[in-house]
């Protein structure tokens, strides 16, 4: 017999092998063609299961992470800008500061391909096999505003504290609240130093506080954020200007 029946596959399954029949069939078939022995088929048998976990694994982070379309960097150009650090931003994309804890920020003005350069960021990240969350930071405050009871905000906030990665796109677009302010710096206090957030903004630090006005909580914000931060500041003209011309 050079292909599995139904019992086998059956079998099989009831093991927790996910693998589908078609390639089982396929690694039994290759395995009798080329005698390979009890060793080696069982060998090819895991290599099999390992890809089909991983694909599968990829597939659910990758829904999980939210990142939406979003342009790849080889269509990035990077002669636009006036001023960016390309040399740290390829840096940043071995993902080594994921481990450390350190923060990452991408700063400039709108239409500065912020928004993309931190997506790829987060795209790389899911590749090495790490949980990334991206959202924009009104919809993140949106979200957890939306939470009165305390057990249901902790359950909430725990999506936002957990990734191995968070992408808050979009500080100081939008105005928020005092409470919004008191949100961030939660998310914030609780990844601090142990698991890194990416922000995009068009704000300059000192200027954070307009985004939440009378929030108490912004210096220590800041501080919790800077204390292990990589600044990637972009000094360009919109793309979507330029391309309105």
């Known amino acids: 017999m050079t ?26 078939t290759h395995a009798t063609k080329s005698r390979l022995s009890p060793i080696e088929t069982i060998e090819h048998l895991i290599a099999l299961e390992h890809r089909e976990r991983e694909g599968r694994n990829l597939t659910q982070r ?35 500061f994921i481990g ?42 949106a979200d957890l505003g939306k939470h009165d009871s305390l057990p249901a905000f902790e359950r909430r906030l725990r999506s936002y504290t957990k990734p191995e990665l968070l992408i808050l796109d ?39 506080g307009t985004t939440f006005p009378g929030a108490a909580c912004v210096a220590a914000l800041v501080d919790r954020f800077t204390q292990s931060c990589h600044v990637l500041d972009i000094d360009a003209d919109s793309w979507r200007q330029k391309k309105n011309r």
């Open 3 to 28: 292909t599995p029946n139904s019992d086998v596959l059956a079998a099989l399954r009831s093991l927790g092998l996910r693998a589908p029949g078609d390639a089982l069939t396929a690694l039994f």
């Open 100 to 141: 450390t804890g350190a923060n990452v920020l991408l700063r400039g003005p709108s239409g500065t391909g912020k928004t993309s350069l931190a997506q790829n960021i987060g795209f790389i990240a899911l590749q090495m096999g790490h949980r990334v969350r991206f959202t924009t930071l009104a919809q993140a405050l």
């Open 170 to 208: 979009e500080l100081g677009y939008l105005p928020a609240d005092a409470r919004g302010g008191d949100l961030l710096y939660n998310i914030i206090s609780r990844r601090h130093q142990q698991r890194p957030t990416v922000i995009t903004t068009n704000l300059g630090f000192k200027h954070w």
């Open 62 to 96: 990758t829904r999980l992470a939210t990142l939406g379309k979003f342009k790849p960097l080889d269509q990035f150009d990077w002669n636009h800008p006036r001023q960016i650090d390309r040399a740290l931003y390829e840096q940043l994309l071995n993902c080594e």
